[in-house]
């Protein structure tokens, strides 16, 4: 089991989960030259055979959080007796939930009794046609057309279950309905680019294109979506033949021998007057609207590149920029009771959508030197913002999913500002001293320093009443850093919150950024050469120079009501200590090259 006891360490965290991929494929490509002409044309069969089996909810899970015994009450009538007051003496909340575990009293369970294994695949077939065309010289012209499939997942086995609003319930894939949704097959993709010279030096190029481009169906949403209920994809629906029931109980005690969720139910109509089976369950349910499509974007950039110095300098302007149409969105259809009088045996419903969009546009700066008395050198700056509805393709429902469109905002990877920098320094020999000690050294360095990222990915349903930062100095201390003013939010309608009174307040999504990001990496290297073919090169490397305590950002660093954000960026991101960003390091090291 996954118990949860107060703010003591979780156990059982981990399910049973993984997934074997096996993909196949056959691809060919014809290439014919004539006169300025130079074709190109292909085709490619694909098949993903995929075996997942992410057991979420199979262990159970159970909150104890001290409220269920009367220890509370009794501590407040009796503070000092025995057992009350922690070491330190004081009220310590741990006590009441670790209470509430030893006597068996739960706030809440859930479980999901099933066979949520499934074995899928996934079928994808292209062609494509280009021509580059030299028109003259100094003109270049690239065509193309691309045609793509991308079939919907299916499972030879006709476990797959869906539910269908409009179809009465949930339909079994190949035994009821043909398709979890269906077959996209008008995904045709036109693409032009262009490459001018406007003088005779060839010092000055002109780049610029624009196409659609078809994306992949993610296949993680169908089948391990994570949400914040329980419908995380088609294994988890009551039907078929592995049919999955999830369970969830409110305050409730462990009794020996008393079995505290039913077994395996099914509920096809979701209703107990057509189907008994449903009996008094509430089951959250997993649909994909019969509309679903693939998703495209149109990808656009135009850039001059000038080179100076007989191209030993070369610097480049330019602009890119993208918009999707289609992307994956989920929405709880039944949040509000939607299907409540035709399913009332169904909770959440999470149905899965191609109705997002994505914009996203940039200048983009870069500045390379080759060589200069042995230093070579490339800089980048980029200026970018990217806007969309829901970022994650995961986990993410709208806060209010009949207005999905008031989630649109700043993207959860919207970076403002990056500029990164790397150099190579081969420091020319002296012809004074021993050649040993004067010649074979080098220094490298890479800096990167951007802008933070957004810590909202859904609207938190807040309200802004105050200054975000007021009273914040975002000055260092072991326990974290203060970042935002809690206090700066409050929950509309409640007591005090002088902000709008409607339920979803006006804090905007991704409207707050987490800090930023910058680090110095320096490395010494120094060759010796042993024979004509073998050398030894010692290696001083340095990480984060100048110590910069680089704090996590993004979604997860913090939230409105805390405010504080305790952890470092490499460790936030999973490598601890070692990660880019993370506390000054030093690394000696010796490799043989040859």
């Not at 096996?22 to 002409?37: E, R």
Request: charged fraction near 15%; charge should be negative.
């Amino acid at each position: 089991n996954n118990l949860q006891i107060g703010g003591f360490e979780q156990v059982g965290i981990t399910p049973p989960e993984g997934r074997q991929d096996i993909t196949g494929m056959l691809t060919d490509i014809l290439s014919y030259n004539v006169g300025k002409h130079q074709f190109r044309f292909g085709a490619e069969v694909r098949q993903g055979r995929v075996d997942e089996f992410y057991f979420r909810h199979s262990l159970g899970s159970f909150v104890f959080d001290g409220s269920q015994g009367p220890w509370q009450t009794y501590c407040a009538a009796n503070p000092s007796a025995t057992g009350c007051l922690n070491d330190a003496g004081n009220v310590d909340p741990n006590i009441f939930a670790f209470a509430d575990f030893l006597t068996g009293n739960f706030a809440s369970g859930t479980i999901a009794v099933g066979d949520a294994e499934r074995n899928v695949r996934v079928t994808g077939i292209d062609f494509f046609g280009q021509d580059a065309w030299q028109i003259t010289p100094r003109l270049n012209i690239n065509l193309g057309l691309r045609w793509d499939y991308y079939g919907p997942l299916y499972s030879t086995s006709k476990d797959l279950a869906v539910f269908v609003p409009s179809a009465g319930g949930i339909k079994i894939q190949g035994n009821g309905i043909g398709s979890i949704f269906p077959s996209d097959k008008n995904n045709f993709a036109p693409r032009i680019g262009f490459a001018y010279q406007p003088t005779a030096r060839e010092d000055l190029v002109v780049r610029g294109g624009i196409g659609v481009f078809y994306d992949q169906i993610n296949m993680n949403p169908f089948l391990d979506f994570r949400p914040p209920n329980n419908a995380d994809g088609l294994e988890d629906n009551p039907a078929g033949p592995h049919p999955v029931s999830t369970y969830s109980t409110g305050p409730s005690q462990w009794q020996p021998g008393v079995a505290i969720f039913p077994g395996i139910s099914t509920c096809v109509t979701g209703n107990v007057a057509t189907d008994p089976n449903c009996g008094t369950s509430i089951f959250d349910v997993f649909s994909v609207n019969q509309n679903f499509r693939t998703p495209y974007f149109y990808n656009y950039n135009l850039n001059v590149q000038k080179s100076f110095g007989n191209g030993s300098a070369v610097v480049q302007v330019g602009y890119v920029g993208s918009e999707g149409r289609k992307l994956s969105i989920m929405l709880d259809i039944n949040q509000f009771g939607q299907y409540a009088a035709q399913y009332p045996n169904y909770g959440s419903i999470n149905q899965l959508n191609s109705i997002g969009t994505s914009n996203y546009n940039a200048l983009q700066a870069t500045l390379r030197l080759r060589t200069w008395h042995g230093l070579s050198t490339q800089m980048a700056y980029t200026w970018a913002h990217e806007l969309d509805e829901i970022s994650a393709y995961r986990g993410a429902i709208p806060l209010d999913s009949t207005n999905y469109k008031a989630e649109y905002g700043n993207g959860d990877f919207d970076t403002r500002h990056n500029f990164s920098a790397t150099f190579t320094w081969d420091i020319p020999g002296s012809s004074h001293g021993p050649r040993l000690l004067t010649h074979g050294w080098s220094v490298n360095s890479l800096m990167t320093f951007h802008g933070g990222q957004p810590l909202d990915e859904v609207r938190t349903g807040l309200d802004i009443i105050a200054d975000l930062f007021a009273g914040v100095s975002h000055s260092f201390k072991k326990t974290g850093v203060t970042w935002i003013n809690p206090a700066a939010f409050c929950v509309p309608g409640a007591p005090g919150c002088t902000g709008p009174t409607g339920p979803f307040g006006d804090l905007r999504r991704n409207q707050i950024y987490g800090p930023g990001f910058s680090d110095v990496d320096l490395s010494v290297l120094k060759s010796i050469p042993i024979t004509e073919r073998f050398k030894a090169q010692f290696r001083f490397e340095m990480f984060n120079l100048f110590n910069r305590v680089n704090l996590a950002s993004g979604v997860g660093a913090t939230s409105p009501t805390s405010g504080v954000i305790a952890d470092t960026i490499g460790d936030f991101n999973g490598a601890p200590g070692i990660g880019p960003g993370e506390a000054f390091n030093l690394q000696l090291g010796l490799k043989i090259l040859f």
